[in-house]
């Protein structure tokens, strides 16, 4: 069974807007990452977090963790429509699991 | 740039039927995956070679499917007999520092199956 959950399930913005998706887990971790799917691909790694950082920036791209609360966040900055995809979460410790994925549609 | 190769990229098959996957990871990656994605999740991992070695497959339905890796390279998954629920997308993944699923992870474009 998946034990990261992410919020929203979907999210539709218009372009040049931010997007943002969080991923809560359970257990505790050595690294979060966070990889991006396009509809009926495979998965691309976008960005990898430890465990002993904050923030991490990539880009358009800005992640954040915050280990007490079992959270993640993905923050997109003036997306763009080729931004459309599916964000999964991707929880690293003694155990390892994808999120349940965001689906994101940026509107040109 | 190095990809990893699935093959083949769409699987119709009839229920109790045989199917294998085939999959090639990027040259010099010695940790290997198989995942299945069911439609509108997020994918689960199957099974870890680290080398030819099994590392992991605690998740795999044993009874049907299996999974080689004999030359360290190459790997190949099996169902057989396919059932209904078996209808997903499966994905393979490798990752180059042996550190296993602490690392950065690249996919192929998977195998999407279908079964009737």
């Known amino acids: 069974s998946q034990q990261g959950e992410e919020d929203p399930q979907a999210l539709s913005i218009q372009e040049g807007e931010n997007a943002t998706m969080n991923c809560s887990y359970k257990?505790?971790?050595?690294?979060l990452q966070w990889y991006r799917q396009n509809s009926g691909r495979g998965l691309v790694h976008l960005i990898l977090i430890r465990s002993n950082e904050r923030e991490k920036h990539s880009g358009r791209l800005r992640v954040t963790l915050d280990t007490s609360k079992k959270s993640s966040s993905l923050l997109i900055t003036a997306s763009r429509a080729a931004d459309t995809a599916s964000y999964f979460c991707?929880?690293?410790?003694?155990?390892?699991?994808f999120g349940t994925g965001t689906s994101l549609t940026v509107i040109p | 740039e190095a990809e990893v190769a699935q093959s083949p990229r769409y699987k119709i098959t009839e229920k109790s039927q045989a199917v294998a996957f085939w999959c090639d990871p990027i040259?010099?990656?010695?940790?290997l995956y198989w995942y299945r994605q069911i439609l509108g999740q997020g994918p689960e991992l199957l099974v870890q070679?680290?080398?030819?070695?099994?590392?992991?497959d605690s998740q795999l339905p044993k009874d049907r499917f299996s999974a080689e890796r004999l030359k360290g390279v190459d790997s190949t998954l099996k169902i057989q007999p396919a059932e209904l629920g078996d209808s997903a997308m499966y994905l393979c993944?490798?990752?180059?520092?042996?550190?296993?699923?602490?690392?950065?992870?690249?996919f192929g474009p998977g195998t999407r199956l279908l079964v009737l």
């Open positions: 993944a490798s990752s180059q520092m042996g550190q296993g699923l602490q690392e950065t992870q690249y």
């Open positions: 991707a929880v690293a410790g003694n155990q390892f699991y």
């Open positions: 257990t505790s971790i050595n690294n």
């Open positions: 040259s010099g990656h010695a940790t």
């Open positions: 070679f680290q080398d030819e070695s099994v590392v992991d």
